[in-house]
């Protein structure tokens, strides 16, 4: 008899909610939309309101709002969106110490009810909030990681895409490293339908793209007061949807390195085949000098804020 997947989204906030509308529509299974028990009420509206929605729009998903675990228990995937969004002038380290102890109790959570999902942590600092998550959990490291390289390749693919006037659906863009302002487009990975971007931008108008690809959240952060929620949901739902469904799809993501790319004991953004294993296979791409140059000060920068979570584990 088949069962329907059960996908946890923990925080009911602006990213939850988008995560759960795209999960319905995909039909990718049921959601269970977790808050805190001072939230319960708020995350019931929400799924009512979004299963009112699926009557309109033709979908068939049981949404239900809650604060109860027992409700996430043997969820398929698991997506961490809870904690405190950037406010404008903060950076994502400056939200360590409050999501910190946010992150411990929903890995003592997960690892209670939901110890076979796949885990994908949104909660900023991400690098961080995902290897205290693993560490805490336990969870093997093909079945946890952080979404942050598909989002910032997402922004950096727009701004290739304008800069050169084409369509972005022609545009492949690959951002490896921290999900910082020490992150690390990888302009020798960019394409544009099989053109090397290099080739149609200039270096001067492409050294412009990179340094907005990397303050590109916090663009959004000055603009609204508050963090993104659209591309960030819609990055995390490709990496569910490519686990699955099996997908095998290549994507950057936070994964844990055990040597990989010369590091050892840290989450960094890298390309992987992600399937219904979770990550299968490490991707290390060939990088020029200048490209490992900014990966070495990326991983600085994460190792860093690793090890203040690592100091007060």
């Not at 999960?23 to 319960?40: C, H, S």
Request: hydrophobic content about 45%.
């Amino acid at each position: 008899m088949a069962n329907r997947r059960k996908i946890a989204l923990i925080g009911a906030g602006n990213i939850g909610g988008e995560l759960a509308a795209l999960i319905a529509r995909k039909e990718l299974g049921d959601v269970v939309l977790f808050d805190i028990p001072q939230k319960t009420d708020f995350a019931k509206g929400k799924a009512l309101d979004l299963e009112q929605n699926g009557a309109v729009l033709g979908y068939d998903a049981s949404i239900k709002g809650t604060s109860s675990w027992a409700d996430c228990a043997g969820a398929d995937v698991l997506i961490v969106t809870a904690g405190i969004p950037r406010k404008p002038g903060q950076s994502r380290d400056d939200l360590v110490a409050t999501n910190l102890p946010i992150i411990r109790s929903v890995a003592d959570g997960a690892k209670e009810h939901c110890p076979n999902a796949l885990v994908i942590v949104i909660s900023n600092p991400i690098d961080a909030m995902v290897y205290e998550f693993k560490r805490r959990t336990g969870f093997p490291r093909e079945r946890v990681l952080g979404m942050a390289g598909v989002l910032d390749s997402a922004r950096f693919q727009l701004f290739l895409a304008r800069e050169a006037n084409v369509s972005v659906k022609d545009v492949r863009a690959m951002v490896l490293g921290g999900h910082g302002d020490d992150m690390v487009p990888i302009p020798s990975a960019c394409t544009i339908n099989g053109v090397r971007a290099t080739e149609l931008i200039s270096k001067e108008k492409l050294d412009a793209l990179i340094a907005r690809t990397r303050k590109g959240g916090g663009e959004i952060v000055q603009l609204m007061g508050t963090s993104a929620y659209y591309a960030p949901a819609s990055s995390a739902v490709a990496m569910a949807e490519s686990y699955l469904l099996d997908q095998k799809r290549l994507l950057p993501v936070a994964a844990y390195l055990d040597g990989e790319y010369g590091y050892k004991d840290i989450f960094m953004g890298v390309p992987v085949i992600l399937g219904g294993k979770g990550i299968e296979k490490i991707v290390e791409l060939p990088l020029t000098a200048e490209e490992k140059e900014m990966l070495a000060k990326s991983a600085k920068s994460v190792q860093g804020i690793t090890d203040v979570v690592k100091a007060s584990s």
